[in-house]
């Protein structure tokens, strides 16, 4: 079984419509992010968690939310979808423990079209 | 502040010949470096880090990279090219000023031409 799940894989919404992007991991790690890829831009980090109690905004926070429900569980949220949030999301672990050169492990994507 | 500037967003080469994806950053202390594959379709897959242990770090498939401090370049570089490297590759900077968060380049998407 793969270490990072995101589910589902892909979804097609519509404007307004509330949506959830899920993401566990068996990895053990403290640490979670989610990023978007856009074409040409790379990955931007949206929120990261350094532990339960502990959740961050990225670069590009606006318009999202993010629960970590449980060290192995980071959700992202879209409370009201709109059509430029359409993009590739993310989602990565890291272990905080081997500091800066904790290199982070990647899900495979959940492919999200807003109409 | 840090960025990473990926100097070419497409590099075409043909079966057999070298590859190089060239990667600058930008820093304010000592940061890691990294580069991540990504294949069609799939997630990030890492190919090596550098994490000041030496400046020419290997990684899989038969990549590397130097670590140019003076230069602050860390290219990836491969010998011989194969049809499965084609995809698109990321050069990503991590450093303590910034919480050890990631930083990534815009990415550079890999032809290889039979």
């Known amino acids: 079984d793969a270490d990072v799940t995101q589910t589902p894989r892909n979804r097609i919404t519509k404007t307004g419509k509330r949506i959830m992007l899920e993401c566990s991991q068996t990895k053990g790690h403290d640490r979670m992010y989610w990023y978007r890829q856009d074409p040409g831009l790379g990955l931007r980090l949206i929120y990261y968690?350094?532990?339960?109690?502990?959740?961050n905004k990225g670069e590009i926070s606006d318009g999202y939310s993010v629960s970590r429900q449980a060290q192995a569980k980071f959700s992202l949220s879209l409370e009201s979808a709109i059509p430029n949030q359409t993009a590739l999301y993310f989602c990565?672990?890291?272990?905080?423990?081997?500091?800066?050169?904790?290199?982070?492990?990647f899900g495979p994507g959940t492919r999200l079209t807003v109409l | 502040a840090q960025s990473v500037t990926q100097l070419d967003s497409h590099v075409s080469v043909s079966e057999g010949t070298p590859v190089l994806l060239r990667c600058n950053y930008s820093?304010?202390?000592?940061?890691?470096l990294f580069w991540y594959v990504q294949h069609p379709n799939k997630g990030l897959q890492l190919l090596l880090k550098?994490?000041?242990?030496?400046?020419l770090v290997k990684g899989i498939n038969g990549f590397e990279a130097e670590f140019k401090k003076s230069e602050t370049s860390f290219h990836l570089t491969k010998p011989s090219a194969h049809m499965s490297d084609a995809a698109e590759y990321f050069c990503v900077v991590s450093d303590r000023d910034i919480g050890n968060q990631f930083y990534f380049g815009t990415g550079t998407s890999l032809t290889v031409i039979p």
């Open positions: 820093s304010s202390y000592s940061p890691s």
């Open positions: 990565a672990t890291s272990d905080g423990a081997t500091g800066i050169h904790n290199e982070q492990f």
């Open positions: 550098y994490t000041s242990a030496a400046t």
């Open positions: 968690s350094f532990d339960v109690k502990d959740i």
